[in-house]
């Protein structure tokens, strides 16, 4: 069993400096043990150890507090470019990286996405927000090497009362995806119970784009779908840290996207899509969320 490759007394391969049999072994027995029963097991890359998770821990503190002042700031008749201006000056002032910046070849430093822009909307001085609109800033900073991801919704002016439910109902998602988040669960409950619900409320979930593992670098195993099914997918050991980011549609699921810039993602049918974001690590008893 893949527990025997290494020795009681050498140093465990989390990376945290303790003695394998006191940090470690009694982890990957379990591990073994859920794998013999035919469960889908993390790999040990997926798994922070104490001090990699501090580390995210911290780096969320500066990017909950990039995306306060967005917060604070944002207002009708602003540019979404005047956003990333926001976003690159806290980044800068708070002693982080945008990490968004120049990855594969994105060009600004925060993602802004408004109304049936499903994510990944790109900055622009041109895209002016409206009386009505909503719309997602999606914030990655890397922080001492650390990298924390979480995206909010803002209201802009006088929203439709059903769009204001549409923000309401993607962030209710988020905590119910939270409320399936338990160690030796199934990644794939979490999916299941935010798909779930969001067809209750009468919208669809975005299958093709989903959370990934986060931490270390920017994207990571896991994957995370939101229209996965209970009591599939990978077990959900303590140290796995991860994002959950549904995109929910008022209409059909179905997207596309934009071929003039290769990166924003639309709603096919021209719904509008809500979508908030956490960076969340699985514990020993729970949850704990790292970035909002």
Same mark, same amino acid.
């Given at each position: 069993?893949?527990?025997?490759?290494?020795?009681?007394?050498?140093?465990?391969?989390?990376?945290?400096?303790?003695?394998?049999?006191?940090?470690?072994?009694?982890?990957?027995?379990?591990?073994?043990?859920?794998?013999?029963?035919?469960?889908?097991?993390?790999?040990?890359?997926?798994?922070?150890?104490?001090?990699?998770?501090?580390?995210?821990?911290?780096?969320?503190?500066?990017?909950?507090?990039?995306? @306060?002042?967005?917060?604070? $700031? /944002?207002?009708?008749?602003?540019?979404?470019?005047?956003?990333?201006?926001?976003?690159?000056?806290?980044?800068?002032?708070?002693?982080?990286?945008?990490?968004?910046?120049?990855?594969?070849?994105? +060009?600004?430093?925060?993602?802004?996405?408004?109304?049936?822009?499903?994510?990944?909307? /790109?900055?622009?001085?041109?895209?002016?927000?409206?009386?009505?609109?909503?719309?997602?800033?999606?914030?990655?900073?890397?922080? $001492?090497?650390?990298?924390?991801?979480?995206?909010?919704?803002?209201?802009?002016?006088?929203?439709?009362?059903? @769009?204001?439910?549409?923000?309401?109902?993607?962030?209710?998602?988020?905590?119910?995806?939270?409320?399936?988040?338990? +160690?030796?669960?199934?990644?794939?409950?979490?999916?299941?119970?935010?798909? @779930?619900?969001?067809?209750?409320?009468?919208?669809?979930?975005?299958?093709?784009?989903?959370?990934?593992?986060?931490?270390?670098?920017?994207?990571?195993? +896991?994957?995370?779908?939101?229209?996965?099914?209970?009591?599939?997918?990978?077990?959900?050991?303590?140290?796995?840290?991860?994002?959950?980011? +549904?995109?929910?549609?008022?209409?059909?699921? =179905?997207?596309?996207? @934009?071929?003039?810039?290769?990166?924003?993602?639309?709603?096919?049918?021209?719904?509008?899509?809500?979508?908030?974001?956490?960076?969340?690590?699985?514990?020993? =008893?729970?949850?704990?969320?790292?970035?909002?």
């Amino acid at each position: 069993m893949f527990f025997n490759k290494i020795g009681r007394n050498d140093d465990c391969w989390c990376g945290s400096g303790s003695k394998y049999k006191h940090c470690h072994q009694s982890f990957d027995e379990k591990m073994a043990g859920l794998k013999a029963l035919g469960r889908k097991i993390p790999t040990h890359k997926m798994i922070k150890n104490a001090a990699q998770i501090d580390g995210i821990r911290e780096a969320g503190k500066v990017n909950n507090a990039i995306l @306060d002042e967005v917060a604070a $700031k /944002i207002k009708l008749g602003m540019s979404t470019e005047e956003i990333n201006s926001i976003v690159v000056e806290a980044t800068a002032r708070f002693g982080g990286i945008a990490a968004p910046l120049n990855y594969e070849g994105f +060009p600004k430093s925060v993602c802004t996405s408004i109304n049936d822009q499903v994510c990944h909307g /790109i900055p622009s001085e041109d895209d002016i927000l409206e009386d009505g609109d909503i719309v997602n800033v999606d914030v990655t900073t890397i922080y $001492k090497g650390f990298y924390a991801d979480a995206s909010r919704m803002f209201l802009i002016g006088d929203v439709l009362p059903e @769009d204001r439910q549409l923000v309401k109902v993607a962030r209710e998602a988020i905590d119910i995806g939270l409320s399936a988040v338990k +160690p030796w669960a199934c990644l794939g409950d979490v999916g299941q119970v935010i798909n @779930d619900f969001a067809k209750k409320h009468g919208y669809s979930v975005v299958r093709e784009i989903g959370g990934h593992g986060v931490g270390i670098d920017f994207h990571e195993d +896991p994957w995370v779908s939101y229209v996965s099914k209970k009591n599939t997918g990978y077990v959900l050991a303590p140290g796995m840290v991860f994002t959950i980011e +549904p995109m929910i549609n008022e209409g059909k699921a =179905d997207i596309f996207i @934009d071929e003039s810039n290769e990166w924003t993602v639309y709603t096919e049918d021209g719904s509008y899509s809500a979508q908030w974001e956490v960076t969340v690590a699985v514990t020993e =008893d729970g949850y704990e969320i790292l970035a909002s």
